[in-house]
């Protein structure tokens, strides 16, 4: 569970990073006419929601863990 997180929180810090790059190369400007930038965006806010999702069911399936034991 531990390299799940951590790989997930460095991806995650990764993208963040590189994206504000590309935003700062290209002026803080985006545009959509070129694809690069809509593939970019698509990528950046759907990492964000994926790292969000994942803290929210590890939430979840800590709080619900006694009621799914089968005893």
């Known amino acids: 569970m531990w390299i799940h997180r951590i790989s ?3 991806i995650l810090i990764i993208t ?13 400007e985006l545009s959509g006419d070129k694809p690069h930038t809509v593939i970019g965006l ?3 806010f759907s990492t964000f929601f994926v790292a969000v999702g994942g803290v929210f069911a590890r ?3 800590r709080r619900l863990q006694w009621k799914t034991l089968v005893v």
């Open 16 to 28: 963040i990073a590189l994206g504000l790059v590309g935003i700062k190369i290209s002026g803080w």
């Open 8 to 10: 997930g929180t460095i």
């Open 42 to 44: 698509i990528i950046f």
């Open 59 to 61: 939430s979840r399936a």
